[in-house]
């Protein structure tokens, strides 16, 4: 229960932080969009065994972070909750992979611990994005940024229902999973059966309350579109973000700034 | 079940997105032609159900551990196929940008493991048939527990080919498939109880919403022989672009650079930047001579492995510095909003 109530406060915090009103709120939706995506792809483009190139790449969070005054610790909470699913795919790696490929001194590094420990930095980078993205921009807006990029229009208005009803559902299911609990006195609840006729409970009030709505909806004239608010234009500063970061992105790419800086700073011959 | 993004590629990662976004255009397209209005907003609740179905856990008997409904199949039957693999997308976005459960990238994966193979593949090919036009309990119970198996194992399965197509992960794909299928084994009759038991409940409260799913045949016209073909199309196409990128090239993007500069790799370190850089070397470095020279227990021709270590230590460094620049700047604009503020 714990968790469902843990998960609804989550969710509600992101989506609070995303009615802020900062210099990054206020970029065009679709730009946010497309320069997280834009950074995804970058961070996961690099080979399995790249660890220093992917650090500059720490600069978008951190700079969007700031300017979106968004709260760092909360983010890295969050990220850190995932980190473990990735921690367990990539735990094999050290055990499959013994070839060493770096030496410091006596320290011998293998391809294993080297890939694992990119895939933990890239798992941090890409999850924190796109924690980012919804934190400074909002689902609906996200929503309707994806509409506008051509997704079709029948998935939009379910992903904007989804967002609507999903506060009501979780509540009423962290009730009924309480009900339960109470009722199981310290055992992890009642077993598959009781289990499934709980959730068919919860099924038929839902489908019944899909009823409602729908007829609410009808008779305030919905037509199968969600209109929003306030329409974007797509203006020069949403343009300079999208082209600026974009090729930044393409420079850290295609460029090692970690391994320039420590052959500058250490005089080495790199 | 869910993908991550660093485990994946792109070029396993973009074909997954083309994959699941034809499926997704495909669906609306059809759902369009269908569509009694009343299934939009039952959609959505529905997805907001299975949301919140999938954090309300249960014992696994026998075994002390727990788990929750995935829903693919439960929403297939419910719903019919294209609305129950939208509805499943709709879910598994949320969970990507809000619980960064995935992530975008494996956004295209995700949906279709755990949207496109239960309601468009194990629902109308293996559920539908064992059902027959008279469900009754043992009918759904063993028709739902088949699908269920049988989705989660293609799911399963899938997850381990993307995987290992990526290259990131170093599990063999058949050790990684010895870990998974088992798993998933168990899952799915979990998985396929819950289903039977939720289907049988709603059955006998209210038979017509089984039923006018049952009779509304969506994906059920098209004939069987014609839809597979178009899955062993997508599958050759798939494989062929996979297979391709993964063996002309370790990634898409390398290859696009090439594409555009003609060079296989842009001015390397010896003659580009670096080169020029390396004049003022000497007068910037505050940390002069750090790069480890080799104790001598191999005398000779040790000037490239010396190199390579020159280079590690320079990047240790340089990335330590890079990322303490990236979070350093953070914090001077943190600073500097809080006192315009």
């Known amino acids: 229960m714990a968790s469902i109530t843990g998960a609804i406060t989550e969710f509600r915090q992101l989506d609070l932080l995303a009615n802020g009103n900062t210099s990054v709120h206020r970029i065009d939706a679709r730009a946010k969009v497309l320069v997280t995506l834009a950074f995804i792809l970058a961070v996961v483009s690099f080979g399995k065994y790249e660890l220093a190139a992917l650090f500059p790449f720490f600069l978008y969070p951190a700079v969007i972070m700031a300017l979106g005054n968004l709260p760092v610790r909360h983010i890295a909470r969050k990220i850190l909750v995932v980190l473990p699913f990735a921690l367990m ?80 559902l979780t509540e009423e299911g962290g009730r009924t999973a309480r009900a339960r609990e109470l009722r199981a006195f310290g055992k992890k609840g009642l077993g598959w059966r009781s289990y499934g006729s709980l959730l068919s409970q919860l099924l038929l009030r839902t489908w019944l ?20 608010r306030r ?37 080495g011959r790199g | 079940m869910h993908m991550a993004d660093a485990l994946l590629s792109p070029a396993v990662g973009g074909t997954m997105w083309a994959a699941s976004a034809g499926a997704i255009i495909y669906c609306s397209r059809k759902l369009r032609q269908e569509m009694d209005g009343g299934k939009a907003p039952l959609m959505g609740v529905l997805g907001a159900f299975i949301f919140a179905a999938q954090m309300i856990n249960f014992t696994i008997p026998a075994t002390g551990s727990s788990g929750h409904l995935g829903g693919g199949l439960l929403l297939a039957v419910l719903l019919g196929p294209a609305a129950a693999c939208i509805t499943i997308a709709s879910v598994l976005v949320v969970q990507a940008l809000f619980f960064a459960d995935g992530g975008l990238l494996a956004l295209g994966c995700n949906i279709f493991n755990l949207g496109v193979l239960p309601a468009c593949i194990a629902y109308p090919f293996i559920y539908k048939p064992l059902v027959g036009s008279a469900p009754s309990t043992t009918r759904i119970t063993v028709a739902a527990m088949v699908a269920a198996i049988v989705g989660l194992q293609l799911g ?10 990526s290259g990131i992960s170093a599990l063999p794909l058949a050790a990684f498939a010895g870990l998974m299928q088992p798993i998933h084994l168990a899952i799915g009759v979990v998985e396929g109880l819950v289903t039977a038991a939720v289907v049988s409940f709603v059955y006998q409260a209210r038979p017509e919403i089984i039923e006018s799913v049952q009779q509304a045949r969506l994906l059920g016209q098209t004939p069987l022989r014609k839809v597979l073909a178009l899955f062993l199309g997508a599958a050759l196409l798939t494989g062929g672009f996979v297979s391709w990128f993964a063996s002309e090239n370790p990634d898409g993007l390398e290859w696009a650079i090439a594409k555009v500069t003609g060079a296989e790799e842009l001015a390397g370190p010896e003659q580009g930047l670096h080169a020029r850089l390396a004049g003022f070397q000497a007068s910037i470095a505050f940390l ?46 943190r600073r500097r909003q809080r006192r315009v503020a």
């Not at chain 1, 590094?109 to 924190?128: F, P």
């Not at chain 1, 500063?237 to 052959?263: C, I, K, P």
């Not at chain 2, 399963?156 to 197509?165: I, M, R, Y």
């Open chain 1, 89 to 168: 795919v990539g735990m094999f790696n050290p055990l499959f992979d013994q070839t060493v490929l770096i030496r410091l001194g006596p320290l011998a590094v293998s391809g294993g611990w080297l890939s694992l420990a990119s895939i933990m930095v890239r798992a941090t980078l890409t999850v924190g994005a796109a924690l980012i993205l919804v934190a400074v921009t909002g689902f609906p807006a996200i929503c309707h940024a994806l509409d506008q990029l051509g997704m079709p229009r029948i998935f939009t208005v379910q992903l904007l229902f989804l967002h609507r009803y999903l506060f009501v």
């Open chain 1, 209 to 228: 309350r899909a009823e409602r709505i729908h007829l609410a909806m009808l008779a305030r004239g919905f037509t199968g579109e969600f209109h929003p």
């Open chain 1, 231 to 267: 329409t974007t234009r797509f203006g020069t500063r949403d343009f300079l973000f999208l082209a600026g970061w974009s090729g930044l992105f393409l420079f850290f790419r295609l460029v090692n700034v970690s391994q320039l800086l420590g052959t500058i700073v250490t005089g």
């Open chain 2, 156 to 165: 399963a399965f899938a997850v381990v080919l993307e995987t290992v197509a």
């Open chain 2, 288 to 333: 002069p001579d750090y790069t480890f020279k080799q104790s001598g227990q191999q005398p000779e021709n040790k000037a490239g492995q010396e190199s390579s270590l020159g280079s590690s230590v320079a990047g240790v460094v340089g990335g330590l510095l890079t990322l303490a620049m990236a979070l350093l700047s953070g914090l001077f604009l």
